[in-house]
């Protein structure tokens, strides 16, 4: 029976790209797949990054590979880390490393070190495991702080008592891979979790960063569990006493973003929020989300409840609809339907109704000699809604009716 070394040989030669990268480390410093492509390697599933660690200048290295390939090499200065792209291959290098952190939540000051204290400043142990990749060592795994054994036990364990004080983030990291994984902290890790969340960890590092751990929580298929994760360990309110980690607003939420093609992360962030949107408006603003995904939540906590309240109160016709919904973000759709709307209307107007326009343009009109001016834009904005109401159809009736509309608005 073949070692389990020969076997992870195999399954790492096997991954996509390695048959490029391999054969262009050799000759180089000793260098290792690590992190979450170990992990998700051992558990048969599919690598999707690959993250290689160096013992040895990882930019220099990087250089060489890109060379070898002749693909690029795009440096990181302040980690000594490198990415190194050719054709499809994409891998990102990084020198083995100790972190020193001044000041609980700040970013860590690094310096070189060998593979085992570099495995045991990451923030899992089963993400703490390395497998070589040059030479005689291909396929060997190291594996120094017990990850195996907590990939078999479906536990997510910190490698030491101050790894949340740390790095806070990593709290929302640990509930992320309990979802995506089907794993749980062990007790102690809980524990450790519990106390940082109480202490307010969450809040000594940077939105940004909270940013980037949140979003790829409620981004996950399982994101409505991990938002009632977040608020069994007082996560929500470790990030801001107004936020509403409901499980089931979140949950419906993403299903009105699947049934409209809107992004479920942010309708998730929105169900966060809608609960005191004037109290975390700042919060949202410091998490620096990009101007259109800030605006759009930020609109979406704000609008959705009325949207919700109008829809249910009556039917609207096609014209209606635009009026209503017309100007609103996907997000707020998604959230007015996760608050109550009724869900036809909307998928309606987005999939049916949004998408319709004019035969004719302003040109037309200005052709048939409606002069310029808020009047032609009117005329057509109202055709339009004649359309949509199944009033006028083709461009015959279309340029009628918009003359006639202009018309009557310069007598």
Known sequence: MPSADVQLRE???RLPGMELLLPALEGLPPAYLVGGAV???LRGADAVDLDIAVEGDARSVARAVAERLSGEAREHERFGTATVRAGELVCDLATTRREIYDEPGALPRV??????????RRDFAINAMAVGLTGDDLGHLYDPCGGLGDLGDGVVRVLHARSFVEDPTRLLRAVRYEVRLGFRMDPGTETLARAAAADGALRTVSGARVRDELMDLLGEAQAPAGVGRMRDLGLDRA??????ADPELVASASLGAAAIGADPALAALAALCVRAPRRLERWLGDLHLTAAN?????RAVHVAPRLARELRTREHQASQLRAL????PTVALALAMALGAPHDPIVRWVTELRSVRLEITGDDLLAAGV??????????????NLKLDGLVSGRDEELETALAVAGERTR
């Open 11 to 13: 399954r790492v030669r």
């Open 39 to 41: 992990r998700d390697l």
């Open 111 to 120: 310096s070189p070190a060998a593979l085992d204290e570099d495995l045991s």
């Open 239 to 244: 990030m801001h006493p107004a936020l509403s």
């Open 294 to 298: 800030r605006d759009g939540v930020a």
């Open 325 to 328: 919904l017309g100007a609103e």
């Open 371 to 384: 002069p310029e001016g808020p009047g032609l834009g009117r005329a057509l904005d109202e055709t339009l």
